[in-house]
């Protein structure tokens, strides 16, 4: 089991919904998640985020860009947090969603609560050769 330090967990959501399902389907289980939501919020188990907008820019050293560019399935929709001691623990807590059902699936990543170093392992150390 991985621990995290400060027992927090990013959970982004991801994907679009399923394009067989009925707009009805849909709203019933965006209206389960916010219910759902509430519910762990007051247990002390989430804390809300944001759902984030079609709009973007992509910013690198090259240039600054309309975007972002995603495939459906890469699409960031939006974020929260759970609270729970294990990584294992917060990704039961997540499948629970309601709106997995129709196409959404989600990212669970400990959050760190070090500085980043150039001197330590992070997401965004090349791999070794």
């Not at 990013?10 to 965006?30: E, Y």
Request: charged share 20%.
């Amino acid at each position: 089991m991985q621990h995290s330090t400060t027992n927090e967990y990013l959970v982004i959501s991801r994907g679009q919904w399923d394009a067989t399902a009925s707009a009805q389907d849909i709203q019933r289980a965006i209206d389960g998640f916010y219910e759902w939501l509430d519910q762990m919020i007051a247990q002390g188990k989430m804390r809300t985020g944001q759902r984030l907008a079609r709009a973007g820019k992509v910013v690198s050293k090259q240039a600054i860009m309309d975007g972002p560019f995603s495939e459906g399935k890469e699409v960031i929709g939006g974020y929260w947090f759970i609270h729970a001691d294990t990584l294992e623990q917060a990704a039961q807590l997540a499948a629970r969603n309601p709106c997995l059902a129709y196409g959404l699936s989600y990212e669970i990543r400990p959050i760190e609560s070090i500085r980043a170093s150039a001197f330590n392992l992070t997401n965004e150390t090349p791999p070794q050769s």
